[in-house]
């Protein structure tokens, strides 16, 4: 069974920089991907980036370029999420998600469409003005 645990929310000032961790367990193989994503109150869970574990490869929803860089550290089965230069907008639950087997889809941003598997509980990201 695959268990996801995300860690490093919390409250930090407009301009400011939080660190995401998704610490993974229970994969068969290396050839997994995992999701970021994130949901404001009352707005839809949007895809922010993703990872294919094997080869490193990312992807980035437009509004985090720049700011947000996803990366993984195998030894400790685990993918970060640093973020950078955060602003209001950025405050959401975060969560990080697996397609348990295979790499970051073309659908990666769609939390239905996106092939994942299993799903964290999520941290909460909270920028203040």
């Known amino acids: 069974q695959v268990q996801l645990v995300e860690s490093g929310g919390g409250l930090v000032q407009s301009g400011g920089s939080l660190r995401l961790s998704c610490a993974a367990s229970?994969?068969?193989?290396?050839?997994?991907?995992i999701g970021w994503f994130r949901q404001a109150p009352g707005k839809e869970r949007e895809g922010v980036s993703c990872i294919t574990n094997r080869d490193g490869s990312t992807n980035y929803v437009d509004s985090v370029k720049g700011r947000f860089t996803v990366s993984r550290d195998n030894s400790k089965h685990t993918v970060y999420l640093q973020m950078n230069s955060l602003t209001p907008d950025d405050t959401a639950a975060y969560y990080c998600a697996t397609r348990a087997l295979g790499r970051c889809t073309s659908a990666w941003y769609s939390p239905r469409h996106g092939g994942y598997d299993y799903w964290g509980q999520g941290t909460q990201v909270t920028v203040s003005s």
């Open positions: 229970g994969f068969t193989s290396d050839y997994y991907a």
